[in-house]
């Protein structure tokens, strides 16, 4: 299967995300998925991600056989915020600040040889 984010068309407080899917062996056909703006703000998920989150909804929509409406729910959103903050954690902590070594001695002494004159 394969499809192509065609664009969106802004309805009030909702977008209608566009794509062409074609299965194999099957004509192109054009299905959408709304959204309400709304649940974008409600788990603090930029507007941007908006494509990508409603062509993966309308991926497992169709392995699954759904040939109804198409929706991106809060849940969905909540589930992809969840899973985003993990990962940021993970790589935070994957990105500790690195150790200093110890200073030496003989480094946090000042080189006394300028000043030398060895009268």
């Known amino acids: 299967m394969e499809i192509r984010y065609l664009g969106f068309d802004q309805r009030q407080n909702s977008r209608v995300y566009r794509f062409d899917v074609r299965a194999d062996g099957q004509l192109t056909k ?4 709304s959204t309400d703006l709304a649940v974008f703000r409600e788990h603090s998920v930029g507007i941007q991600e908006g494509p990508f989150l409603s062509g993966n909804k309308l991926i ?4 699954r056989g759904w040939e109804g409406d198409h929706e991106l729910t809060g849940a969905d959103v909540r589930a992809f915020a969840e899973t985003k903050t993990l990962a940021d954690a993970q790589r935070a902590a994957a990105r500790k600040t690195p150790r200093r070594r ?11 040889r300028w000043r030398n004159f060895e009268i």
Not at 60 to 63: N, R
């Open 102 to 112: 110890p200073a030496t001695p003989a480094e946090t002494q000042q080189n006394p």
């Open 60 to 63: 497992a929509d169709l392995e």
């Open 30 to 33: 054009q299905v959408s998925v």
